[in-house]
């Protein structure tokens, strides 16, 4: 059984990379009438599982809004162990509800911010980065507490911030 379910999977996030990069995609309810189209019925939930782990995220669309894209095959793609190797140059990371910030060690910063845009979570708007301070935009302000977990969790600064 657990055989079938990885091949169920694997031919999804196929037909996901396939309409990712044959069309437009907005949103992720357009993506899953899509699938639901070509026979596949998921959840919100098991199609952002996938999207995360095909490593697409929203770009701004040619004419305007945001559509998906996948990272470019051969690309260098920076894991979790990248932004974990980084941990002697974060001091710790806080937000105010709205905006995260990543303290470094002097002239660390420009490093982490690279590495944060590089992994291109799903919670990044954007980053700005000082000598030895990142300021993370999250998606929205509201997740801002969300996305410090996150950090700290990738970051292991947890325990300090």
Do not use: C, W
């Amino acid at each position: 059984m657990r055989a079938r379910e990885e091949q169920t999977t694997e031919a999804r996030r196929q037909a996901i990379r396939r309409l990712i990069q044959g069309r437009k995609v907005a949103t992720q309810e357009d993506l899953r009438a899509l699938l639901a189209s070509q026979g596949f019925d998921v959840t919100q939930g098991t199609l952002s599982r996938d999207l995360a782990r095909l490593g697409a995220r929203r770009a701004p669309g040619a004419e305007g809004g945001t559509v998906y894209e996948l990272p470019v095959e051969g690309a260098p793609a920076v894991t979790n162990g990248l932004l974990e190797a980084l941990d002697p140059l974060v001091r710790g990371v806080r937000d105010n509800g709205a905006l995260v910030v990543v303290h470094t060690t002097p002239g660390a910063a420009q490093a982490v911010a690279l590495a944060l845009d590089q992994a291109r979570l799903p919670e990044v708007l954007g980053t700005i980065a000082g000598d030895d301070t990142v300021f993370v935009a999250p998606v929205q302000a509201a997740s801002a507490s969300r996305l410090t977990r996150v950090l700290q969790g990738l970051l292991r600064k947890g325990r300090r911030s």
